[in-house]
């Protein structure tokens, strides 16, 4: 009913710069929240970054300044410009979205399978 694809993901350098995108597709009523988390191998999963409808945007101290998060309301679309990025940024990243759906109305959380990001030299 709901599909979260991740895209943009791959090898890049440090201090390099990558920009991944998450497009919800489905049935779907009304999006209050996107974002992005991570998980680093043998790490517990994070939040990166989040925006909600009304604009209030969330990041993780490690990525304050770095990283950059945005949202295309009218394609259902979450963005995550990351700059500068460290050889610690590397994980998998998985986009989350709170939505409401036509048969569901009340708000649930929705994943895509994560992209992964790897910063080495």
């Known amino acids: 009913q709901v599909q979260l694809v991740e895209s943009g993901g791959g090898l890049v350098q440090p201090g390099g710069s990558l920009r991944l995108s998450c497009a919800a597709s489905?049935?779907?009523?009304?999006?209050?929240?996107m974002g992005w988390y991570r998980q680093a191998p043998e790490k517990e999963r994070e939040l990166v970054a989040s925006?909600?409808?009304?604009?209030?945007?969330n990041y993780a101290d490690s990525v304050k300044g770095r990283f950059t998060i945005s949202r295309d309301n009218a394609k259902n679309t979450v963005y995550l410009q990351m700059t500068s990025l460290k050889p610690e940024d590397t994980a998998v990243y998985y986009c989350?979205?709170?939505?409401?759906?036509?048969?569901?109305?009340?708000?649930?959380?929705?994943w895509g399978k994560g992209t992964l990001v790897t910063v080495s030299s």
């Open positions: 489905g049935s779907i009523f009304s999006i209050n929240a």
């Open positions: 925006v909600r409808s009304g604009g209030r945007i």
């Open positions: 989350n979205a709170e939505l409401r759906t036509w048969s569901r109305l009340d708000g649930m959380d929705y």
